[in-house]
């Protein structure tokens, strides 16, 4: 069984508490254990570093200390939280003073260090590379038998945090919705950034980023778009009538998560699967 160090990051524990319902039982099912980061901390989702720099970093650093502690390289469901935290590893990695320095801070503050030897995964591509599509597609009991749409985001569309994937043009979402039985649908902005962080002091250009990846997606035949991002999601699937309201763009499209989308297909939480086709069948595509 390949064991990791779960990062839940800033939106599943909080907001978004159908991500825990259903990437427990989905990891089990794929051979997956998640070992809880006691006392981890959020990773400053990309706010706190626009104040402070340095803190993020810290809070970050603590976080992989943590990691280490257990003796696991960290995975986490949540787009936002993967990027930021394959930034502060690459910084803290290759500059042995900034390491040096934000050790000093850490050590101080709290007693840990990180030796700067994990590394950081998101679920996507831990699904595709790790476990494999024939060992998903092997397992599956409830075939998506839908058009769907994967939503990267993008915080983890960077050249060395994608894992193998292209950056520019990323496939793993799609091979793997097609692996579940469903059919994937491709879109030009499947990688753009809703502007999660920004939703509080950017209104109104948030809402025209959540609507521009909605409607596109609806207009290229999807029934249901599935986030790689837990605070992507949010937008996504909560702020979907506000962000027609400024636009005018059509965005009444189902949203779930990746690790609903796996459970659902491996065979949990059949109602809630059985109501996701009924709407998918009502208001998408």
Do not use: W
Not at 203 to 212: F, L
Not at 226 to 255: E, F
């Amino acid at each position: 069984m390949a064991k990791y160090s779960y990062y839940p990051g800033n939106a599943a524990r909080q907001s978004c508490l159908e991500v825990e319902d259903t990437i427990q039982p989905m990891s089990s099912s794929l051979g997956i254990q998640l070992i809880e980061m006691p006392g981890y901390s959020s990773d400053g989702g990309d706010v706190i570093k626009q104040s402070n720099k340095f803190l993020q970093l810290v809070l970050n650093a603590r976080n992989f200390a943590i990691a280490e502690e257990n003796g696991h390289d960290i995975i986490t469901a949540c787009a936002s939280a993967h990027g930021n935290m394959s930034d502060a590893l690459h910084r803290l990695q290759s500059d042995a003073g900034l390491l040096a320095e934000v050790n000093t801070t850490l050590e101080k503050t709290t007693g840990k260090i990180f030796s700067g030897e994990i590394q950081t995964h998101h679920l996507l591509h831990i699904l595709v590379e790790d476990i494999g599509l024939d060992t998903i597609r092997s397992k599956v009991t409830n075939p998506l038998d839908m058009k769907v749409a994967g939503y990267y985001g993008s915080m983890m569309q960077r050249e060395g945090f994608c894992a193998k994937d292209d950056p520019f043009n990323p496939s793993y979402f799609e091979q793997l919705i097609e692996a579940l039985g469903g059919t994937p649908v491709d879109y030009q902005s499947k990688t753009a950034s809703v502007g999660a962080p920004s939703l509080l002091t950017l209104d109104k250009p948030v809402m025209q980023m959540t609507a521009k990846v909605l409607s596109q997606a609806k207009a290229a035949g999807a029934q249901l778009l599935v986030s790689a991002c837990t605070l992507s999601h949010a937008n996504l699937d909560s702020y979907q009538n506000k962000a027609r309201k400024h636009t005018g763009k059509d965005t009444n499209l189902p949203v779930i998560h990746l690790s609903e989308l796996v459970a659902f297909a491996l065979g949990y939480h059949v109602d809630r699967f059985a109501q996701l086709r009924t709407r998918a069948l009502v208001i998408g595509g």
